[in-house]
């Protein structure tokens, strides 16, 4: 059993398709922490003590997120730049984060043929997501490979959609009760996630 | 009566003659009361009058002066002054005292004269420098906050001069002394008493009385104050404050010690109390009309026969004296380590006499410490030096700040940064300001009239001062002259614009920060200057409309968003109404203005309700993942080499 906590950082919801999709069904989780940035703090002033606190209290820290010029959300990156303190999660004395999970679910608008040398975003999705990759790794937590939809913005609500949300919450349960298989998968959606046997 | 009166007639037109034409020619009050007096001299020699009791009853503006300079002296500021005072304020006393003396005894002076001539000019005028200085704007240099202290020192140095003059007294002058008439009238049944006290008694006597300045001034005054703050009529306080101040000077008198030192301590002792700034602001018209017509009888009693006579002799003792005063000065900047101008600035502007040299001079002569003969010599020395003054300024504008221009640019104007900021008015709105910027280290100077509200606050701690802050004199009192900012707070809107348009109209370099009651008001308040308006419960209403979405189960962030909309829309309104607003119509019959409200008021809520574009389509508007064709286009257009080859 792992201490699972989801960050949704998506500050238009009224106007989401997949990320709304994803909260509704990952609600059905049980035994999981989830902490919705934007409400939480509408008009910023992080409460630093309190998120390093949720942190500390758990072992897999998942990100979700809607891409944002190759990037997190505003909000998101605030909340880096200000909880993953020095002498908390790098520096001397910072080793409350060693040992963790991290593992980003973000929706990109980009359909998945972009991400790569010849498409017009001209890197691949890894690429573009190293900083967050070398975040974890500065903090010394292990980075899964990420939860990702491509083409988000014009993917089918009723087939594309419903599905990455409903492998969003088995994702969810599988961190959960630790069975999740990457093997060495560079990144992860719905219908290549592989998880083990359910444990009951 | 009518004597009385008419002879304030002739008082107040000659100063109010000279006074004025004196200033508009960069001489100073000082110089015009004393001017004023020189040409009253020869009517009030037709007259008969007295000149010299009214000079004893205008030495009461001295008393009023010293119980001022000890209002503005909290003990804690003193300290923080103390080697300037001490050391640089000390030794100019000391030195020029010293030096003066040891060439008057040269000059064949018994030690006794001596040392009370070395008394009377070792001060500088006070008054004139002060003014002076304020006027062009040099006190906050390094050199005026050195004169500043040399200043203080001496005025604080005058107490123990007036204490210890008396013991010099020469029993050969008492004749001449009783000649200029010092006895105190009706009082003489306590006084016989107070005579027969034994030498234990006296001094016990002394010491009570002093004890009781301290006592009363510690512990009565804010009750007596709270209870005549509640008749709320100004009038009151002002005779409250001249109680204070009268007392004092009957008290001491009748124990035998300096009125000046009586007022001085009241003065401190009141220092930290809440209605400092009303009584500075009460007393001040009395201080200056007071010391006014004290000039005045100096002037009055300057003996030109004597000047005409000894011409060469004065003017030579004169030019000495402003050279003397200069060197000690001019070494004690060198030994302080001024700087360039500044140690110009300081030895020029203190290198004449003062008034106090005038009441010195006065109760030297009364008390038979110096003899009349050289007493008049030194008076009109001490006039001289002072007519002289506006002199030396000249030269230090025309010849020596000049040369300095440059230097004087580079230092930053730190000191502004210590200007207070004044709150006036700490209720519910001020009181929130008044918090954040103490938390933020900010020294604030509040000012409000409930006084039940000031008793409040005083118990929880907050500096706060009684007054009522539409007053002009209350709010110079408060140092608007020097304050960064002003925050006006006050209920009233009228009282809130006219507050705004006075600071505004005469003190531009102040920013004011006003409270609004509504929309109408804020299009005053920008008609009268202000920049920086705040309407009083906006903020709260919008947060109120925030809370009402996000409890209809809004999300956070859009109920944020929403609201953060709606004020830019009603600020947007508010601007474009802004050039129809006219003060003078009521705004429900300017058509134009209740014309464009209603356009505006139909655009919004077409906008808000609708769901307009702009108004939902916000993430939508943002970045959204180009198509492949846009990306062919884009190619064209940059890299058309690259198509063909491909
Ligand atoms: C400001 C902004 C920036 C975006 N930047 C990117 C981007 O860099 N790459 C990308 O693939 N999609 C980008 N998108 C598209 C979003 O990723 C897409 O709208 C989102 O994944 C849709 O999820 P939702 O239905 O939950 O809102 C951007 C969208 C916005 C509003």
């Known amino acids: 059993m792992s201490d699972v906590i989801v960050y949704l950082a998506h500050p238009g919801q009224r106007y989401s398709k997949v990320n709304r999709a994803m909260v509704r069904e990952a609600a059905k989780v049980g035994g999981i922490t989830r902490v919705d940035l934007y409400a939480d703090y509408p008009r910023y002033g992080i409460d630093v003590e309190r998120e390093q606190d949720r942190l500390i209290d758990h072992d897999t820290i998942v990100l979700q997120f809607p891409f944002f010029w190759y990037s997190v959300p505003a909000l998101l990156k605030d909340w880096i730049d200000l909880v993953l303190e020095h002498g908390f999660a790098y520096g001397e004395g910072g080793t409350q984060l060693a040992g963790k999970r991290m593992i980003l679910a973000l929706t990109a608008g980009g359909p ?11 890197f691949g999705l890894r690429t573009l997501l190293t900083p967050l990759e070398q975040t974890a790794h500065l903090c010394k937590m292990e980075f899964l490979p990420p939860y990702v939809l491509y083409g988000s913005i014009e993917a089918d609500r009723d087939t594309d959609v419903a599905e990455h949300a409903r492998g969003y919450a088995a994702l969810l349960e599988a961190l959960r009760d630790d069975r999740l298989q990457t093997g060495n998968a560079d990144i992860l959606t719905a219908d290549t996630l592989r998880l083990g046997e359910a444990a009951s | 009566m009518t ?35 020189i040409a009253l001299s020869p009517v009030l020699g037709v007259l008969d009058v007295d000149v010299v009791e009214i000079q004893h009853f205008a030495e009461f503006g001295v008393v009023v002066m010293l119980f001022l300079i000890g209002l503005e002296l909290e003990p804690k500021v003193l300290w923080q002054m103390r080697t300037k005072l001490l050391g640089l304020g000390g030794l100019q006393v000391l030195g020029t005292l010293g030096i003066v003396m040891a060439i008057a005894m040269a000059l064949g002076q018994p030690w006794k004269i001596s040392l009370a001539i070395g008394a009377v000019l070792s001060l500088s005028s006070t008054a004139i420098v002060l003014q002076t200085l304020t006027e062009k704007g040099l006190l906050r240099s390094d050199g005026g ?5 040399v200043l203080l020192t001496q005025d604080i140095a005058v107490i123990p001069m007036l204490a210890f003059l008396p013991l010099l007294a020469m029993p050969e002058l008492m004749g001449e002394a009783a000649a200029h ?9 306590l006084d016989a008493w107070i005579e027969g006290l034994s030498g234990w008694g006296r001094a016990g006597l002394t010491l009570g009385a002093i004890a009781a300045v301290i006592l009363v001034g510690n512990f009565l005054t804010r009750p007596v104050f709270g209870f005549v703050a509640r008749a709320n009529l100004r009038e009151l306080f002002t005779a409250t404050a001249l109680t204070i101040v009268v007392g004092i000077t009957v008290l001491m008198t009748l124990v035998g010690l300096s009125p000046a030192l009586g007022s001085f301590l009241a003065g401190v002792v009141l220092a930290n109390s809440e209605y400092r700034h009303e009584l500075e602001a009460d007393l001040e018209p009395f201080r200056g009309l007071l010391l006014g017509l004290f000039f005045i009888t100096v002037g009055a009693g300057i003996d030109f026969g004597m000047l005409s006579e000894n011409l060469l002799v004065i003017v030579g003792l004169t030019l000495g004296l402003i050279a003397l005063k200069f060197a000690i000065l001019w070494g004690l900047a060198l030994l302080f380590k001024m700087q360039g101008a500044d140690k110009w600035l300081f030895a020029l502007s203190l290198a004449q006499a003062g008034e106090f040299g005038f009441v010195l001079l006065s109760f030297a002569t009364g008390n038979a410490i110096l003899p009349d003969a050289i007493a008049d010599r030194l008076l009109l020395i001490v006039a001289l030096s002072m007519l002289l003054t506006p002199l030396l300024f000249l030269a230090y504008d025309k010849l020596i700040a000049p040369r300095f221009s440059a230097a004087q640019e580079l230092e930053p104007d730190e000191i502004d940064a210590d200007g207070p900021v004044i709150i006036a008015g700490h209720g519910r709105f001020g009181g929130v300001i008044n918090r ?11 000012l409000d009239n409930a006084i039940g509200h000031l008793e409040v606050l005083r118990a929880f701690g907050f500096r706060v001062f009684y007054g009522d ?13 020097q304050a960064r900012l002003i925050v006006v707070a006050i209920d009233d809107p009228h009282q809130t614009t006219e507050l705004v348009r006075y600071i505004v109209d005469h003190f531009p370099h102040v920013h004011v920060t006003a409270r609004a009651r509504d929309r109408n008001h804020v299009y005053e308040l920008w008609a009268a200057g202000c920049r920086d308006i705040i309407r009083d419960t906006f903020d709260s209403a919008v947060r109120g409309g925030r809370s009402a979405l996000e409890a209809l189960e809004w999300h956070p962030f859009d109920a944020e968003r929403k609201v953060k909309d709606f004020v830019a829309r009603d600020q947007h309104a508010m601007r474009r109404m802004a050039d129809l607003y006219d003060p003078d119509t ?16 139909r655009e919004q809520d077409e906008a808000m309700q609708q769901d307009s574009p702009d108004y939902t389509d916000w993430i939508g508007r943002a970045w959204t993942p180009p198509r492949p064709r846009d990306i062919e286009a884009n190619e064209e257009e940059t890299e058309p080499s690259k198509k063909a080859s491909s």
């Open chain 2, 436 to 446: 954040i910027l103490t938390s933020a280290g900010y020294k604030t100077v509040v």
């Open chain 2, 145 to 149: 906050q050195s004169s500043f202290s």
């Open chain 1, 112 to 122: 998945e043929g972009s991400y790569s040398e010849s498409g017009y975003n001209r």
């Open chain 2, 3 to 37: 004597e009385l009166l008419e002879l304030a007639l002739l008082f107040l037109v000659a100063g109010v003659i000279a006074v004025p034409v004196a200033a508009r020619l960069g001489l100073g009050s000082v110089l015009g009361y004393l001017i004023a007096g």
């Open chain 2, 469 to 481: 802050p539409t007053r002009p004199d209350l709010l110079h009192a408060a140092g608007i002259d």
């Open chain 2, 586 to 601: 009521p705004s429900h019959e300017n058509s134009a203005y209740v014309q464009r409200a209603r356009e505006l008021m």
């Open chain 2, 181 to 189: 008439g010092d006895d105190h009238g009706g009082l003489s049944a």
